[in-house]
């Protein structure tokens, strides 16, 4: 038997046998005509289903990544248990990004200064579900939305307004504010390491290439180059329009002002029920759901918004949660958490079946405790406790003598944030938050302060604060702060964790900053200036027999470009002779330098 023309099936349709779903593929189209790619999953013989709503630019087509006939087994592990027949799943790519149509815009801010179009990702939020609540015969006409970091964020922009048939919402680990904590920047502070993000999502309207490497060493690969822009230019990145938008706007001005969705959810508050999601070593959205909710809270929302905050790196949320780098906890507590708070959440909602338990106001877990703790309030200190930087090297609630510790930072050599070698693919980015800091700790450029043994526990409930004062020859420079807890130097249970420096709350500050986000000036040289800054926040009881330290350095590198130490206008485009070493001095005594601990137990 000769065969002529194709082998290729004309219109395949798959039997659907004993599939115990129907998949679609649809263009939604938006007001203005713009038809965004959809992949809609409904349990067969479904009726008066909710429908859960996930928002992506990292295609929908993605999220149901196996041709199975069960839809537990064809959708992606996150979504697993979602996918028992009582919830009709959707997800959606965003304008311009593999299947829909339209332009592309990095998280695309509203309609308004920054956005002259007539569509936007709450507009677009909004039209998805008008069209799934009047296309879909099988649903009770309630939607919930949820996803993480990017599509976390989608999940805020649709809160802005939202459809009357969004009933509930779980933004978890979001992007809210790029500059001040979040994806681009912490504090002013650009982190380079994202730039293969930029290549990834803004070179195609798929998935880009990342930047490629000349070396293995990412600290090499930055070092060589120079500057962030530097570095970013070499690679084609001035055919990138974000990068240019972006790399234009290196302080807190209207772009990011703008663009802060924390500013705007308490312009337009929503009483939708939401859970904000976060992890405690959240390595790319540390910031946004705290933020948010506190602003929330803040508005006089607090009834409907929720906080929590589990053992987790970003996005661990949709993962396995038994373990963060050396620490294991007591089960698997993201599984956990979906199945005993956030489905039975969302069910309350969406189908009216009540929670064996209400939601906390905040639920945060303690993970040197190893349980969840439940709020009614948060913060749970009230207040925050100085705990000064004392001569020797030591650390304590009394204010001492006045004196100062010097270290020489030298832009040639910059603190790693990892041991090195730092492979652009690489797995301890999940967990650099809690790598112990005893590879760091006895550089020259590095501070380390520690009280005694601690002979009682000390809880923290709340967000530490930085509030250093020091001097430098420089012009400009960076301040990382972190809180440590550290292990007694033996640790029967778990032996490699004997002497271990676990980072409970750090962040880097660019010192330029220190009086104005938006209005950087020089540091005068050789005068002693104050550095205030938030640190993430914490629950967590340091335990009898550990210390607490606090560590300062000028530079967590490569994730962040170098501070030239010598003031220039845009530090992304800093010369090769802008940098300088500098001698900086941390200043202590009476009223000066502490970090602010939230106290909530001695
Ligand atoms: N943290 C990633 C991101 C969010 C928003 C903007 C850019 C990047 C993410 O994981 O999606």
Same mark, same amino acid.
């Given at each position: ?69 069960? &839809? ?13 027949? /009582? ?17 592309? @815009? ?36 309630? $939607? ?12 805020? &922009? ?48 798929? /998935? ?26 070499? !690679? ?72 929590? %905050?589990?053992?987790?790196? !970003? ?33 309350? !909602? ?12 905040? &639920? ?9 703790? !439940? ?32 270290? $020489? ?73 972190? @809180? ?10 778990? +032996? ?23 209005? +950087?000036?020089? %540091? ?59 001698? @900086? ?9 502490? $970090? ?7």
């Amino acid at each position: 038997m000769v065969q002529t023309g194709t082998d290729i099936a004309t219109d395949w349709q798959q039997p659907e046998g004993n599939f115990d779903y129907v998949k679609r593929e649809v263009m939604i189209p938006m007001r203005d005509g713009v038809k965004l790619h959809t992949v809609i999953m409904v349990p067969k013989g479904a009726h008066d289903l909710p429908i859960l709503l996930e928002r992506t630019p990292y295609n929908a087509s993605g999220f149901v990544p196996n041709n199975s006939p069960h &839809m537990k087994d064809a959708v992606w592990s996150g979504n697993r248990d979602w996918a028992d027949g /009582s919830y009709i799943l959707v997800w959606q790519d965003i304008r311009g990004k593999y299947g829909s149509e339209g332009d592309y @815009v990095m998280t695309r801010p509203p309609m308004g200064p920054l956005n002259p179009e007539k569509t936007d990702d709450t507009t677009d939020a909004y039209d998805t579900i008008d069209w799934l609540v009047k296309n879909l015969d099988q649903s009770n006409g309630r $939607v919930g939305m949820i996803g993480s970091s990017y599509d976390g964020w989608t999940v805020t &922009m649709a809160l802005l307004d939202p459809h009357p048939a969004l009933k509930v919402a779980a933004p978890e680990s979001p992007m809210v504010d790029g500059w001040m904590g979040d994806d681009w920047f912490h504090y002013g502070a650009f982190r380079q390491v994202n730039l293969d993000y930029f290549t990834g999502q803004t070179t195609a309207a798929g /998935s880009g290439p990342s930047v490629p490497r000349e070396g293995y060493d990412d600290y090499s690969n930055f070092l060589k180059a120079g500057s962030a822009g530097a570095y970013a230019e070499a !690679h084609g990145f001035k055919q990138l329009p974000w990068w240019n938008r972006l790399s234009a706007h290196p302080a807190y001005d209207a772009f990011w002002q703008y663009q802060a969705v924390d500013r705007m959810l308490v312009a337009n508050p929503s009483k939708i029920p939401t859970i904000w999601l976060q992890g405690f070593w959240d390595q790319e959205d540390i910031y946004g759901a705290v933020h948010a909710w506190e602003a929330l809270k803040k508005a006089g929302y607090e009834e409907n918004n929720h906080l929590v %905050i589990g053992p987790w790196w !970003h996005s661990q949320i949709n993962r396995e949660g038994r373990t963060m780098g050396p620490f294991t906890w007591n089960g698997d507590t993201t599984a956990n958490f979906r199945r005993n708070w956030l489905i039975p959440f969302f069910n309350q !909602h969406l189908r009216g079946t009540k929670m064996d338990e209400p939601l906390p106001t905040a &639920m945060i877990y303690d993970p040197a405790e190893d349980h969840w703790d !439940h709020f009614a309030d948060w913060p749970g200190a009230k207040t925050l406790t100085p705990l000064y930087l004392q001569a020797d090297k030591g650390l304590a609630f009394q204010q001492a003598a006045a004196g100062e510790d010097s270290y $020489v930072s030298d832009p040639a050599k910059p603190v790693p944030y990892l041991s090195r070698p730092i492979p652009q693919e690489n797995d301890r980015w999940r967990t650099w938050l809690v790598q112990d800091q005893r590879f760091v700790t006895d550089r020259q450029d590095v501070v380390s302060y520690r009280t005694p043994v601690l002979t009682k526990a000390v809880k923290l409930e709340g967000a530490p604060v930085a509030d250093i004062f020091a001097r430098t020859t420089g012009t400009d420079g960076d301040f990382v702060v972190k @809180v440590i807890d550290v292990y007694p130097p033996t640790y029967p249970d778990q +032996p490699e964790l004997g002497g271990y420096q676990l980072p409970i709350a750090m962040d880097i500050f660019r010192g330029r900053y220190r009086n104005s986000f938006a209005d +950087p000036s020089p %540091i005068p040289a050789g005068e002693v200036q104050e550095y205030k800054f938030r640190l993430p926040t914490v629950n967590y009881t340091v335990k009898p027999g550990h210390r607490i330290m606090v560590q300062i350095q000028s530079s967590l590198f490569p994730l962040y470009d170098r501070n030239p130490q010598k003031y220039v206008d845009n530090i992304f485009y800093a010369k090769p002779d802008d940098y300088r070493k500098a001698t @900086v001095s941390i200043v202590h005594g009476p009223g000066r330098s502490a $970090v602010l601990l939230p106290v909530a137990r001695e």
